[in-house]
């Protein structure tokens, strides 16, 4: 099976298809198909491009993911939360640290009628054991966990395009190579290593959080994206392009990387809700950001070290954390419906 | 195909060999393993250096490794730090309970997966479609510690309520649990919320994966090809789209192993499980980097084997893939 | 595969969870009580169960942890007991004499003490104990502290005379725990009862002289005390058997407790547990214990340079308002905490004297001080000495919410009157294995686990003392601890000990916080249940409880 001679491309005319028009054709449309399942490999079937027009990717794209109301609904959502954790500094009514305290017989005490209040119309999520403010803090936690998600999911899906893509794309000793250091990586189980790290480095900033996360996470992008790249460089565009004397890296960031976009996007939003999810779960176990910088995860824990019954502490982060991955995902699914190329059946 | 297995398996051997290096390296550069005696005022100097070089925590590190694996080969990865405990018969023990409830976690979650993912992909923009997608979506925007906390509360809050104990919230099974039938009952009610929280995270990143790459392949050509040629759609589905469908997930599934392993630690550490990720987290607030170093090794040994197993099976059911 | 039968794959699989689940409900119905029979008492033990976590009660360095002696108490007994008031209480014998110059010690062992194989404990038992303290093999394991100042213990019967080099005033710390020489004579004492408290020479047969023996051993699970049917010298066990489950995580302590799962625990101080409060069928005992919060200030090289002085140390005790923070912290769990004003004794020791109380919170009294050493207030509000801001790291373990709360109040604290506190919390591992040992921190707030006996205060303070991580040093306390050390009258040697704590009051070594409370919390249908707050735990009369 390793060796079987290649079927030589019965349809040279693909190549004279601009790059835009090329795209917007199905994946291997025109061309021949279907010598990937066995059960039909007896029968050469030839199929042309049955969406020709003068439409470019990105307005196709546009359209399908205007059409995802989830997704647009999500971005609204998200840009809402984001922004009030970026502005949290002019929205927030208190500053995530300030204590309240009265003055009782010329000395200052700590106000204890503050401590674990309920929602009220000053303290509209309600204060902590502290008697800070839980909405204020909530605001600052969305600012760093955001900054925590967004920066590993950049970073991973960097990294991992890059060493998938390589991998994939050259195949042979430097697919080797590369996978074999991935699966060292991927040998390791991301959280006990995360976790075994953190506890190496002692005091965890929300950036250095997000670099360790971000080297750690890319594995899984990189075999996916390694994936699609092997089976693409099959693809009969691909040789065509080869043919006609594209250069590798134009092989790559033309055909190969814009027909992966889908499992790129999909994967790379997946990472974003991972990172924070991540997040929670290491400040859960004693591991994550310290305070009293306010992380989603880590006022969640605070939160669950008050009790349970102080629902207000652990309600608010923990459904914000549930909201912003959501809407990510929402997005991310929206463009892989968008954005993947391979996929043409509209809703039937 | 035979010779890619045979050249797989020989890869493995020296990735294992690198991990085990890594493993080291990293473990014991995380950390004073000895702080904790370092710390007792009962124990002089003299006394702390004794136990130093009887660990060869004073050699170089090659020299450490060395006696390591050696250990760890010869001696059942050695013994813990203060305790003096052989770490595998502990390990061997933990890892059973973890495969318990994890593997029947990755089960039900495949199960479950596949088909609520197949289902929404062949009726997409259904009202089943958005609404298990909607559910997937907060099942996997959900932190699995949150999940299990919540849990927690509501089995404790239905007892309180109608005195009726459906699941317990902690450990591996009651003081008497009985034999036979009423020690299997114990069992499953002792690991239900741990497998349904580590199940919700899988069904919804499965059903996910498989709808995704299910209606991939419904919209490839040889499907187009298939239905054009007349096929049922039963079997059209079923023959042509879902075993291509599957194969991504087959991959995902072998390799997610040792993440789902992972994620064990935080169920366990709630539940109070006598398994793998409990014992891990424990020998990590313990600062004992031997039961750290083995049960990293452990880990990475068996995701090593289910990546061949992966590779493989990709090799057997994708005939796109070459190898060269 | 078809469809339809993953689909029934899938049904049935749920379906049978579903089974399992009512199946389970109907085996257990209301009537029936959770933690199963009613002989049966079970615990939620907070340790164990960890790669690294040992049973043997030998091995006193290795195997110090609070729920070691809670598992062992009601097994091995030893020559005194703590009570609940932190007094000495004859145990395993009927009474002592003390003679001095030399010290020699003659305890007189119950006649009915046996073990439960019948042989008698006698001063073959208490022989080879001390012997097995000293004996080279068990070195880095078992603490030689006051063993080696024996010279002799002489008595094969049920009098037995120990003979001191010199006046050991900790005596009573020794005999903690008798083992049984007939049992373990000749036997590796490293390894032979890090699973179970037997006797190799009768197939690991279960042996002890208390109340319960200990019958099983599930690592990583739990353990199982039976009642020890041969008889004891105490009064019979009223239950059958004592289950400790290893819970170590807090809100499933909590939860096991809510939802009948256990019977009872002995949780850390926590602010969850004021959840517990309110519900029916539950009881709670509450206590000041022997657990001294404090901090830490480093004196040395390492630290602040500003800490050495004093009149600065008594500026930063000054700019922190412990009994407010107290309240805060603990307010909802025990309303009794306060702030602690004593280095050397706790709230309930006898010879409490709050010599610190003279460092209320005053503002004022801050500015005033550094006003008169020439500081100035920064634009930040934080004051300068001679070009040193007054900012200080602090230090302490991560994950413990009650610390981070109380930085969180301190840190503000401190800020209103011109000090800056910086939040430098490390794993428990990195504090306590490295920073503290290595004096490698500015300020550090941890908690010391107390004896009843007062000798700790000489490690702590005493000048180059290895558990001083201060380095504090003032010759004077240290040469009244030392005499205290020696010193066989209890009076006179708190006596010392308070001597030299109105110095330190003076030098603020470091700033007491508070005293932590125990938190015993039961269901109401257990009786007997007596909370012992020394280091001596909850299970010291566990013969006397019952289940109804």
Known sequence: MTDQPRVQDPNPGGLFLGPDVELDVPAGGGQMVDRAVPADSSELTYEYGLEIEARSQWGYARKRFFRHRLALVSVIVLAVIFGAGIFANYIAPYSYKEIPYVTIAGTSVIDTSQILAHPSRQHLFGTDSAGRDTFSRTLYGIRTSARVGIFVGLLSTLIGTIIGGLAGFYGGWSDNLLMRMTDLFLTLPLLAVLLTASKFLDSSTPTTLAILIACLIWTSIARIVRGVFLSLREKEYVEAARAAGAGDLRIMLRHMIPNSVGPIVVAATLTIGTAIALEATLSFLGFGIRPPTPALGALLDEGQEAGLDKWWLVTYPGLLIVIIILCINFIGDGLRDALDPTQRRVRA | MLTYIIRRVLYSIPVLVATSFLIFTFVSISGDPLGRLRANPNITQQQFHSIEHSKNLDRPIVVRYGYWVKDAVTNQFGTTLFGQRKIWPDLKRVMGHTLQFVLTAIILSVLIGVAIGVYSALRQYSAFDYATTTISFVGFATPVFWLALMLQVVVVNIFLKWHVRVFYTSGLSSPFPGHGYHWLLDRVQHLALPVIALCILGVAGYSRYMRASMLEVLNSDYVRTARAKGLIERRVVMKHAFRNALIPLITLVALDFGAIFAGAIVTETIFTLDGMGFYFINALQASDPYPVMAWLMVVATMVIVFNLIADILYGVFDPRIRYD | ?548
């Open chain 3, 1 to 548: 595969m078809h469809r339809r039968k993953l689909w029934l794959l899938a049904g049935v699989v749920l379906a049978a969870l579903a089974l399992a689940a009512t199946g389970s409900a109907r085996v257990n119905g209301p009537a029936s009580h959770d933690s199963s029979k009613a002989g049966t008492l079970v615990w939620g033990a907070e340790q164990g169960g960890g790669p690294d976590w040992c049973l043997n009660l030998i091995l006193d360095i290795d195997c110090n942890a609070f729920w070691n002696v809670v598992f062992q108490t009601p097994v091995i007994r030893g020559a005194f007991l703590f009570t609940p008031s932190f007094k000495y209480k004859p145990d395993l014998i009927s009474r002592y004499t003390l003679k001095r110059n030399p010290q020699r010690v003659t305890y007189y062992i119950r006649a009915k003490a046996k073990w439960s194989d019948g042989v008698q404990v006698t001063g073959k038992d208490f022989r080879f104990t001390w012997a097995t303290a000293l004996n080279p093999k068990n070195k880095d394991h078992i603490d030689p502290l006051g063993w080696e100042d024996i010279t002799s213990v002489k008595g094969n019967g049920k009098v037995v005379t120990v003979t001191f080099k010199k006046n050991y005033a900790p005596w009573k710390t020794l005999f903690g725990y008798v083992l049984p020489q007939h049992a373990l004579q000749g036997t590796d004492m490293l390894t032979v009862w890090n699973d179970c408290i037997c006797n190799p020479k009768k197939g690991n047969a279960p042996i002890g002289d208390g109340p319960f023996l200990l019958t099983k051993f599930d690592r990583g699970s739990g353990i199982t005390l039976e009642k020890n049917t041969h008889g004891w010298y105490g009064k019979p066990a009223k239950l059958s058997s004592v289950v400790f489950r290893f819970i170590t995580n807090t809100n499933s302590e909590i939860q096991a407790i809510r939802g009948g799962e256990v019977d009872a625990i002995y949780p850390q101080p926590q602010l969850a547990l004021a959840d517990l409060k309110g519900q029916a069928g539950l009881r709670i005992q509450t206590h000041l214990g022997l657990q001294e919060e404090h901090i830490e200030i480093q004196q040395g090289a390492k630290g602040n340079p500003l800490a050495k002085q004093t009149w600065l140390r008594q500026a930063l005790i000054t700019a922190l308002n412990r009994t407010a923070a107290a309240k805060a912290l603990y307010g909802t769990l025990n309303s009794k905490i306060g702030a602690l004003n004593s280095l050397v004794r706790l709230t309930n020791e006898p010879g409490y004297t709050p010599h610190f109380k003279k460092w209320n919170y005053n503002v004022n009294k801050v500015a005033a001080l550094m006003k008169a050493h020439n500081c100035t207030k920064g634009s930040d509000g934080i004051y300068s000495c001679n070009g040193t801001k007054v900012s200080f790291l602090f230090e302490s373990t991560v994950g413990n919410k009650l610390r981070e709360l109380a930085f969180t109040i301190f840190q503000d604290q401190a800020a209103k009157a011109g000090i800056q506190l910086k939040n430098g919390f490390v794993p428990a591992g990195t504090l306590f294995g490295s920073h503290l040992p290595e004096h490698n921190f500015d300020l550090a707030m941890f908690t010391y686990v107390l004896a009843v006996d007062p000798h700790y205060n000489v490690s702590i303070f005493s000048c180059g003392s290895p558990g001083n991580y201060g380095e504090y040093c003032n010759r004077n306390v240290t040469k009244l601890l030392t005499q205290s050390d020696q010193e066989l009258n209890d009076a006179k040697r708190v006596k010392l000990i308070n001597k030299a704590d109105a110095i330190m009051a003076n030098d603020v070594p470091q700033i007491p916080l508070f005293q932590r409370a125990t938190y015993f919390v039961y269901k109401s249908n257990v009786k007997g249940m007596v909370d012992n707050a020394s280091s001596q735990g909850p299970s010291w009369n566990a013969e006397s409880w019952s289940k109804g």
